[in-house]
């Protein structure tokens, strides 16, 4: 986890000079790690057919924005790489009308 925490969230040096600033980096670098993990086994456990990291997990779903337009939220077009890897993860984060 150590080394996820300092390659991966490239957390290993601090340049900061309160302890405010630290302590708020160390917050959003350890919430970070958590959600990085907990892709990770999520990963492991539904064993997509090919290796897929949590980045790589997290740059497929980015191409997903929720749009709100005039008091309603839309979901852009989700590509189907993106609906199948999340029907594979089990996760089912998309509204059944996007699925159709």
């Known amino acids: 986890m150590f080394d996820t925490y300092k390659t991966v969230l490239n957390a290993d ?3 900061l000079h309160g302890d405010e600033s630290v302590f708020g980096h ?3 670098a350890f919430l970070s790690l958590y959600i990085h993990c907990e892709l990770e086994q ?3 456990k539904a064993k997509p057919n090919h290796m897929i990291t ?3 997990l ?4 980015s191409k997903v924005y929720h749009l709100e337009m005039g008091g309603r ?3 852009t077009e989700v590509p189907k790489k ?3 890897l999340d029907e594979t993860l089990g996760l089912y984060g998309f509204p059944k009308q996007v699925r159709s």
């Open 58 to 61: 997290l740059s497929k779903y």
């Open 26 to 28: 160390v917050l959003v």
């Open 73 to 75: 939220g839309r979901i």
């Open 42 to 44: 999520l990963l492991k």
């Open 13 to 15: 040096k601090l340049y």
């Open 82 to 84: 993106v609906l199948d």
């Open 54 to 56: 949590p980045i790589d």
